[in-house]
């Protein structure tokens, strides 16, 4: 297999990443020639900025809050950034509630409080899954199967709880919206949950559940919503490839041999790469064939991250030119460009 990718320097974070899927978020910001990390450490989120030339590096920790107070005990269970036409967020989900900052972390905008029971349960409460829908809805997943619509204006604080999306009866593992920017996909979010159920939708006003796509009882943990395709990622090492409105199954790759922690797709090549508990990263190339409505998955390259637990995977820029890893107790982000 031809040598696609080369290491490049790590970037050092300040504390370790957690165990948590889809452990790390990347944003480019052309204009400054930065790229900002985060990836969560228990109740931190470690958020670097790095710019291109790789000679400045700044280091921001944001603490999990339960409204402005911070509080040690609220684990963060994710940290992505969600970009809109009017402005960027990051978002914080934890087990109190939903911190939404900035981009650069500077200031926080919002902060919503989950429902947590007046009498202890069996079950834990938190938030998780995060993915912006068109022009100004951040959709947010809970541990009940909810899904939460927030309105988010081009500027300000005024952030509303537009609709809750009820269709799930398991927490929620992820959430993703078509990245491709085609305007043409019906189906514009997917959510994901423990059962491995995945819930299909289009945005709006109102939000319309599109289609339910079984599970078979085992736990999807990560999903991306690509031309129309539903890529999905499982506790069985499985990659499925379903398309979104109809629900046919279009390939099933048996892509790792433990638990995939992390999924990402390069929307203008269809690049895929997937990362697992099993130390390897794979990237594979997606390829549509709109004539007669089929999609091809192609194994191109893999990586080995020794003796890592690999929980975050992300291509650094929409061609997947170049992709980061995070892996349980590093305290760095390991980055590949191609060769």
Same mark, same amino acid.
């Given at each position: 297999m031809a040598k696609m990718y080369h290491k490049e320097k790590s970037i050092q974070i300040k504390s370790s990443a957690s165990a948590l899927y889809n452990n790390l978020s990347v944003l480019r910001i052309a204009p400054r020639c930065l790229t900002y990390f985060t990836v969560v450490h228990a109740n931190v989120v470690n958020m670097v900025s790095a710019s291109w030339d790789g000679l400045n590096y700044s280091h921001r920790q944001?603490?999990?809050?339960?409204?402005?107070v911070a509080t040690s005990s609220s684990l963060i269970m994710q940290?992505?950034?969600?970009?809109?036409?009017?402005?960027?967020?990051?978002?914080?989900?934890?087990? /109190?509630? &939903?911190?939404?900052?900035? @981009?650069? %972390? *500077?200031?926080?905008?919002?902060?919503?409080?989950?429902?947590?029971?007046?009498?202890?349960?069996?079950?834990?409460?938190?938030?998780?899954?995060?993915?912006?829908?068109?022009? /100004?809805? &951040?959709?947010?997943?809970? @541990?009940? %199967? *909810?899904v939460l619509v927030f309105d988010v204006p081009s500027k300000g604080s005024n952030i509303t709880l537009s609709e809750v999306l009820e269709e799930h009866k398991e927490a929620i593992t992820d959430i993703a919206s078509e990245c491709s920017g085609s305007l043409e996909c019906i189906a514009d979010l997917v959510s994901a949950d423990d059962c491995g159920l995945l819930c299909v939708w289009k945005s709006g006003e109102d939000f319309q559940l599109l289609n339910k796509i079984p599970g078979f009882d085992t736990s999807c943990s990560s999903v991306k919503l690509w031309k129309g395709t539903v890529i999905a990622g499982y506790g069985t090492g499985q990659i499925r490839l379903y398309e979104?409105?109809?629900?046919?199954?279009?390939?099933?790759?048996?892509?790792?041999?433990?638990?995939?922690?992390?999924?990402?797709?390069?929307?203008?090549?269809g690049l895929l790469i997937s990362a697992a508990e099993d130390s390897w990263v794979r990237v594979w190339h997606l390829s549509l064939t709109p004539e007669t409505n089929s999609v091809e998955i192609e194994h191109m390259y893999n990586e080995c991250v020794t003796d890592t637990q690999i929980c975050g995977a992300k291509f650094c820029d929409g061609d997947g030119y170049a992709f980061a890893v995070t892996g349980y107790d590093l305290s760095e982000i390991i980055r590949y460009t191609q060769a």
């Amino acid at each position: 297999m031809a040598k696609m990718y080369h290491k490049e320097k790590s970037i050092q974070i300040k504390s370790s990443a957690s165990a948590l899927y889809n452990n790390l978020s990347v944003l480019r910001i052309a204009p400054r020639c930065l790229t900002y990390f985060t990836v969560v450490h228990a109740n931190v989120v470690n958020m670097v900025s790095a710019s291109w030339d790789g000679l400045n590096y700044s280091h921001r920790q944001l603490q999990s809050k339960e409204g402005n107070v911070a509080t040690s005990s609220s684990l963060i269970m994710q940290a992505a950034w969600c970009v809109l036409p009017s402005r960027d967020l990051l978002v914080l989900t934890s087990q /109190k509630g &939903i911190q939404m900052y900035e @981009s650069d %972390g *500077s200031i926080m905008v919002y902060w919503h409080a989950l429902d947590t029971p007046e009498t202890p349960t069996a079950k834990a409460v938190f938030a998780r899954g995060i993915a912006a829908v068109r022009e /100004k809805y &951040i959709c947010v997943g809970v @541990s009940s %199967g *909810s899904v939460l619509v927030f309105d988010v204006p081009s500027k300000g604080s005024n952030i509303t709880l537009s609709e809750v999306l009820e269709e799930h009866k398991e927490a929620i593992t992820d959430i993703a919206s078509e990245c491709s920017g085609s305007l043409e996909c019906i189906a514009d979010l997917v959510s994901a949950d423990d059962c491995g159920l995945l819930c299909v939708w289009k945005s709006g006003e109102d939000f319309q559940l599109l289609n339910k796509i079984p599970g078979f009882d085992t736990s999807c943990s990560s999903v991306k919503l690509w031309k129309g395709t539903v890529i999905a990622g499982y506790g069985t090492g499985q990659i499925r490839l379903y398309e979104g409105v109809t629900g046919i199954l279009h390939a099933e790759v048996n892509a790792h041999a433990r638990w995939i922690y992390s999924l990402d797709i390069a929307p203008f090549t269809g690049l895929l790469i997937s990362a697992a508990e099993d130390s390897w990263v794979r990237v594979w190339h997606l390829s549509l064939t709109p004539e007669t409505n089929s999609v091809e998955i192609e194994h191109m390259y893999n990586e080995c991250v020794t003796d890592t637990q690999i929980c975050g995977a992300k291509f650094c820029d929409g061609d997947g030119y170049a992709f980061a890893v995070t892996g349980y107790d590093l305290s760095e982000i390991i980055r590949y460009t191609q060769a």
